[in-house]
Nanobody
Framework: VQLQASGGGLVQPGGSLRLSCAASGGTFSGYAVGWFRQTPGKEREFVAAIRWSGGNTLHADSVKGRFSISKDSAKNMVSLQMNSLRPEDTAVYYC??????????????????WGQGTLVTVSS
């Protein structure tokens, strides 16, 4: 499965962006799809994830109430709606697929296909 992340850009604090993750060469069926983010010098940080079958979701505490992950079965796509963006949300955002129980989603080790990343910059 190849993943294509898109939707990043420059936005002012308080603004919104919507990231998308599309799959090619396969589908998300049977997988969980997640978003991580990374800033220079830091480890990749879990943001949110969704189980394709069943729709279970998990959001990191740092984004809860501001970000929302969802799926579009018709388009075979997962989106991350990001509202009330803050400068500290600035990062490269990666989507990934993997299998595992919800409690394991925080760990990078659970995810084995990664997209190329899309840069989100929150700045005035």
């Amino acid at each position: 499965v190849q993943l294509q992340a898109s939707g990043g850009g420059l936005v002012q604090p308080g603004g919104s962006l919507r990231l998308s993750c599309a799959a090619s060469g396969g589908t998300f069926s049977g997988y969980a799809v997640g978003w991580f983010r990374q800033t220079p010098g830091k480890e990749r940080e879990f943001v949110a994830a969704i189980r394709w079958s069943g729709g279970n979701t998990l959001h990191a505490d740092s984004v809860k109430g501001r970000f929302s992950i969802s799926k579009d079965s018709a388009k075979n796509m997962v989106s991350l709606q990001m509202n009330s963006l803050r400068p500290e949300d600035t990062a490269v955002y990666y989507c990934a697929v993997g299998r595992g129980i919800v409690s394991s989603w925080y760990s990078e080790d659970m995810w084995y296909y990664w997209g190329q990343g899309t840069l989100v910059t929150v700045s005035s």
